[in-house]
């Protein structure tokens, strides 16, 4: 599996997801995670800020579709070569400043149909999106 690039796993339940670990995949250059499965007793997908610690070599990350309400703020503080980030269709309401900042290299970055608040805390968001030239 050490050589492995690419890595679709959408439409997996939610538990799947629970205990999973990436360590053997050195070589990962992009992995799809989208339209997880859940139900009622099973909760939506949440990530340990350890997820994709070892996927240094990461550069398109799909999360797509997953209820996802939270991401811990280094949850890519490991990644430093991923370019494309998809939240798309997620339950975000807010974008921490430090996810942003541990992704020097991003280029995409995707959160359609989130439901983003107007708050302060997503002010500098704002700020970003319509001032960032890379992205």
Known sequence: LQSLKVLKLQGNPSLF????SFVFLLNLTELDMSSTVYTMTEPP???KKELFNRLGQLR??????NGIQVLPEDIFANVP???RISLRYNRLTNVSEAILKNVPKLTYFDVYMNTLSCSCDN????????SSTEV
């Open 17 to 20: 997801f629970k205990n999973i």
């Open 123 to 130: 002010y500098w968001f704002q700020n970003w999106s319509i």
């Open 60 to 65: 398109i990350l799909t999360l797509d579709n």
């Open 45 to 47: 997908i949440s990530f």
């Open 81 to 83: 070569l991923l370019e």
